[in-house]
């Protein structure tokens, strides 16, 4: 994803995971990454297809809805002060979300492959347990590091 944005935000508490995607939505449409119409398109899209992964020893959600809300790519890193409850994508139950990724993106097939590469890199334990104990300004850097390829723009991250 060429001049990708990444927002991160730590030392956050959030009830349930609406509370959560709704912040993310506001957030978003402040920082003018997205439309209006994408904070809606986002709960709506989890109430339907529910985007928490359980993993080996940690559990991450990664929110995201259609291209067409989007308006320039980016990515929210949001590690909260406690795990919050989202539905699994292939169960019917919850799993607790130490870190939600919201994944903002402008055309579909930048989508699939954003989320092949996390998926593969959330498989090593040791990305996700980097992510969950770095300190907040190097988490951009880290995520970079290990999803996006070699050739793509470095990006800059912005502390919300």
Do not use: W
């Not at 919201?102 to 040791?126: M, N």
């Amino acid at each position: 994803m060429h001049n990708c944005e990444i927002f991160v935000k730590t030392h956050i508490a959030f009830t349930d995971y609406q509370e959560a995607l709704s912040h993310i939505g506001e957030c978003m449409v402040k920082a003018g990454v997205v439309e209006n119409t994408y904070p809606q398109a986002l709960l709506t899209r989890e109430a339907e297809f529910p985007t928490g992964i359980q993993l080996e020893q940690h559990a991450v959600a990664i929110p995201h809805c259609e291209a067409s809300h989007a308006r320039s790519p980016a990515i929210y890193l949001i590690r909260p002060d406690a795990p919050v409850e989202f539905f699994q994508a292939d169960d019917e139950g919850t799993i607790p979300a130490s870190l939600i990724v919201a994944l903002i993106v402008t055309h579909p097939s930048e989508q699939l492959k954003l989320l092949r590469q996390l998926f593969s890199q959330l498989q090593k334990p040791e990305f996700l347990e980097q992510l969950l104990t770095a300190p907040e300004n190097r988490l951009a850097s880290i995520f970079e590091q290990h999803v996006f390829l070699p050739a793509e723009d470095k990006i800059s991250p912005v502390y919300i």
